[in-house]
């Protein structure tokens, strides 16, 4: 465990120097992320199962891989020359979409959470988020809407002025109104990642800010574990079990994963391949759920690390091959992004918050679905602009254009 704490430290203080003491960097946030669980890990009171070299050796190459890949394609130097500003159409469609949609989302929400056996109903609330309520679907309750809200929030957020500041901040409430109705933890965490991230961008927080928030965000989990808990006893040591069972219990349960034991070639990393051909009827293997199985390592948990489709699919060969492929791209995007380009700028804002998780899960993959769609949305006031579709200044064009042929 020493060795991994020092792999770590080296490797953050290597990316704060090259991406100029950014926070946000990918490298910072991952290497910066293992360092503070390691050291939970060495030093805190718990009755998880000790880390062997099965788990070391595996999280030692994703770090040292992912850092370095990301850390090399920042180095390159990017002309994003003229940065495309998303067109005002296009906003005001996703905006008003989302104010229409906003009571029938939570409603929708209300009505499944009555279905719940507990007389809670913030623990109902909670088993309808994560698919806890027979027959009712997980998706039901994060309807397409959802993501034109998170979308239409970011954009108007990185444009934010005197003009659209009312639409930052009924899309904010919406959104944390969505958090707080469904009790989940991530939606909270999303917000207030992404949030925190364009605000950095712009230089309206600084770095002590964040972390201030950091504390406070820790603050809002707390209570809404003691909301939906079915039970009425206050937990004297909440703060230490929920870092016990949400940030270091993922750790041990990677090691109980045998690698390569995967019963179709890449049923985890290529899942979204595999649902599409099962939908269209052209296999039969139905894909694997994206909610694993629990098992006991000190304590219940079924987070098994970002780590666990590479390792259970292909080995350590894995973890290495796609450290390095997440680690190009969330470094270029961040390049990107660095650079003043608006459009990566808010889509590095939605994916930030996976790289986040990475203690817990794989989202990049596992959620690729999603980020389709994020991304395809995200894209269409940039489109909309860049080839001045529906756009007064093209009528104008034409119009000369004619006249001049005349």
């Not at 030692?60 to 890949?69: A, E, G, Q, R, T």
């Not at 973890?319 to 990107?336: E, Q, R, S, T, W």
């Not at 380009?341 to 986040?356: D, H, K, P, R, T």
């Amino acid at each position: 465990m020493v060795q991994t704490i020092i792999i770590c430290l080296i490797l953050l203080l290597l990316s704060l120097i090259c991406s100029k003491n950014n926070i946000f960097s990918p490298s910072v946030i991952t290497s910066g992320l293992w360092l503070i669980i390691m050291v939970l890990y060495l030093f805190m009171n718990h009755n998880l199962n000790p880390l062997t070299n099965k788990f070391f050796i595996a999280i030692n190459l994703w770090v040292i891989v992912f850092c370095l890949s990301s850390l090399f394609i920042q180095s390159f130097s990017t002309t994003n020359g003229k940065s495309i500003i998303p067109s005002i159409l296009t906003r005001n469609i996703l905006f008003y979409i989302s104010i229409i949609t906003f009571p029938l989302v939570i409603w929708k929400i209300y009505e499944l959470a009555k279905l719940g056996v507990s007389p809670n109903i913030l623990t109902n609330l909670r088993a309808v988020s994560v698919g806890g309520i027979k027959n009712v679907d997980i998706e039901e309750t994060s309807p397409f809407y959802i993501i034109i809200w998170f979308v239409s929030y970011l954009i108007e957020l990185n444009q934010y002025s005197k003009e659209n500041k009312h639409r930052v901040f009924i899309l904010f409430f919406m959104y944390f109104v969505y958090a707080s109705i469904t009790m989940a933890k991530i939606h909270f965490l999303i917000l207030f990642v992404s949030t925190s991230y364009i605000l950095y961008s712009k230089k309206t927080l600084k770095a002590k800010h964040v972390f201030l928030g950091v504390f406070f965000l820790f603050l809002v989990f707390e209570g809404v574990q003691l909301l939906r808990s079915s039970s009425t006893a206050k937990d004297p040591h909440i703060a230490e079990n929920m870092i016990t069972l949400y940030l270091l219990s993922p750790s041990p349960s990677l090691q109980t994963i045998k690698p390569e034991s995967s019963q179709v070639y890449g049923e985890n990393v290529f899942r979204f391949i595999y649902a599409i051909n099962y939908k269209l009827g052209l296999s039969n293997h139905k894909p694997v759920s994206t909610f694993l199985p629990f098992i006991n390592v000190g304590t219940g948990t079924n987070t098994y690390t970002i780590l666990y489709p590479f390792y259970k699919d292909f080995g350590l060969a894995g973890v290495g091959v796609f450290a390095v492929i997440i680690g190009l791209i969330m470094g270029y995007i961040y390049n990107k992004a660095e650079n003043g380009n608006l459009l990566y700028i808010v889509i590095y804002a939605f994916l930030i918050y996976q790289i986040m998780m990475q203690y817990a899960a794989e989202m990049f993959f596992t959620n690729l679905s999603l980020n389709l769609k994020r991304l395809v949305i995200v894209l269409l006031p940039f489109l909309f602009s860049r080839y001045e579709l529906f756009s007064k200044n093209k009528k104008m064009k034409s119009i000369e254009r004619e006249s001049t042929n005349v």
